[in-house]
């Protein structure tokens, strides 16, 4: 049996999956990631609305996958359902269509091999979430096993958070918490023209701002119960909002900032967290050459212990798609095996209701407004 970090067993067999989209993401991050573990799994084929696109994204994966199909359209969407071999599926599509898109997904959840489904959710209205998860939860109480519906949440298995999270009770009790986001979306980046990220209501606030309020839920381990916050539009290349400044507080009743701008001079991206006996400081960084998070850990004493960790967390959260997969498809541990918790779609829609209540305050004129719990 395959786990994250852990050979392969030779026994088992390797999981075939299809994903969904050929989008930058896929292009960037799936295909090199998926290169990197291909001694787990073997990508049979890519799917796009076009033909042009799903053949080129195609082409990148032949080096690792060089019996890999592409499909498109309609009718290639039904050959992905109908064949068999395929035990999973990474639906890497524009954020607008990730909920409308379930009920139709959910045809993927075949009962006699458990196809499973990765579902790239980014951002979406909390009000859709749990639509999502009320046709989830409907389709599957007939189910005798199951399936693994996992989101794609890279934050969560960023090594620098997962060790920072450990670190957590070190520093003492909690008296602030500082998230600080100045962004460097601009015609540079690679996202920058992605219409469908810029037709979001809340822009590219929402969009990105996710990851980082996946960041800091992670590290503090605990829900955020009530936001006040004020947004402003300033980089008229961007759509609004493209700044906001948030007040919240964490159901352990300490306090602490929210502040991104989408768009900065001087890109600085980090998490810090003051207790009674000490700091913790995680901070987007670059180490001879690599990019990644150094995570810096004060004591009462001045002492400061830094450490860098590399970005792995679409490499790690797609090992434990993989293995959650390979267990719940296993005949004999399927019924005992929790999916990865870091991975579930709650968390996601989590994450969304902090920004919805942010942006909700914001029209408010930063009137206090409770999260959502889901």
């Given at each position: ?15 075939q ?9 896929v ?20 799917w796009s609305?076009?033909e ?14 060089p ?18 071999s ?10 607008q269509v ?11 959840f ?69 998230v600080?986001?100045?962004g ?26 996710v ?6 839920r ?25 700044n ?69 967390g679409?490499n ?54 409770h999260?959502?719990?889901?």
């Amino acid at each position: 049996m395959m786990h994250p970090g852990k050979m392969v067993d030779p026994d088992v067999a390797l999981p075939q999956i299809a994903i969904l989209g050929a989008g930058i993401f896929v292009r960037t991050q799936y295909i090199p990631r998926l290169k990197e573990i291909a001694d787990r799994v073997i990508v049979k084929s890519i799917w796009s609305r076009s033909e042009e696109s799903a053949k080129a994204a195609s082409e990148l994966a032949r080096d690792f996958a060089p019996n890999i199909e592409y499909k498109w359209g309609d009718s290639g969407i039904e050959e992905i359902i109908q064949d068999s071999s395929i035990t999973a599926v990474a639906v890497v599509l524009a954020a607008q269509v990730q909920s409308p898109v379930l009920p139709y997904s959910l045809s993927f959840f075949r009962d006699d091999i458990h196809l499973s489904f990765k579902q790239l959710f980014e951002s979406s209205a909390v009000s859709e979430a749990e639509a999502a998860l009320s046709s989830y939860n409907s389709f599957c109480n007939d189910l005798p096993r199951q399936p693994v519906w996992a989101l794609a949440e890279n934050y969560r298995f960023e090594p620098a958070f997962v060790e920072s999270r450990k670190l957590l009770n070190s520093i003492g009790d909690m008296m602030h918490v500082q998230v600080s986001i100045e962004g460097s979306m601009n015609s540079k980046n690679p996202y920058f023209s992605s219409s469908w990220r810029r037709n979001f209501t809340g822009g590219f606030i929402l969009d990105m701002g996710v990851h980082f309020i996946a960041g800091l839920r992670m590290i503090v381990g605990c829900e955020i119960n009530m936001v006040s916050a004020i947004t402003r539009h300033v980089d008229v290349t961007l759509p609004p909002p493209d700044n906001i400044c948030s007040l919240f507080q964490l159901e352990n009743g300490c306090a602490g900032v929210f502040v991104m701008a989408v768009n900065s001079s001087s890109p600085k991206i980090y998490w810090r967290i003051d207790g009674s006996k000490g700091a913790l400081q995680i901070e987007r960084d670059i180490d001879n050459g690599r990019h990644g998070y150094m995570v810096r850990f004060y004591t009462a004493g001045g002492h400061c212990q830094s450490t860098f960790y590399p970005f792995s967390g679409v490499n790690e959260e797609l090992k434990a798609f993989i293995s959650d997969v390979l267990q719940t498809n296993n005949k004999e541990g399927s019924s005992g095996h929790n999916p990865e918790a870091r991975s579930s779609y709650i968390e996601g829609a989590r994450d969304v209701a902090v920004l919805e209540a942010m942006l909700e305050s914001s029209m408010k004129q930063g009137n206090p407004v409770h999260v959502k719990r889901l």
